[in-house]
Nanobody, 116 residues
């Protein structure tokens, strides 16, 4: 599975961005689609995930009510709609997929910068 993110950029505080992650390869094996973020010097942290079959979503507390994860009908693309962005949301955002065997795949990351 190969993952490619897009949609990052520079936005003012309070603004919105939508990130996309496109999967290719053996996408039928994907069971969980997620987003993580990482700033230099810190561990990569979980942001949100969605179950491929049930659509059940989970969010980290700091983004609840502001971010929404979704997937398209082909289940090869998923999104992170980010509203009411804050400077502390500045990070490199990575998409991740997990397959039936528990193997994780990662994208290359996309930079999100929120100015105050």
């Amino acid at each position: 599975v190969q993952l490619v993110e897009s949609g990052g950029g520079l936005v003012q505080s309070g603004g919105s961005l939508r990130l996309s992650c496109v999967a290719s390869g053996t996408t039928s094996s994907i069971v969980v689609m997620g987003w993580y973020r990482q700033v230099p010097g810190k561990q990569r942290e979980f942001v949100a995930q969605i179950n491929e079959s049930t659509g059940r979503t989970i969010y980290t507390d700091s983004v609840k009510g502001r971010f929404t994860i979704s997937r398209d009908n082909t289940k090869t693309t998923w999104y992170l709609q980010m509203n009411s962005l804050k400077p502390e949301d500045t990070s490199v955002y990575y998409c991740r997929s997990t397959d039936w065997g528990g193997t994780d795949y990662w994208g290359q990351g996309t930079q999100v910068t929120v100015s105050s």
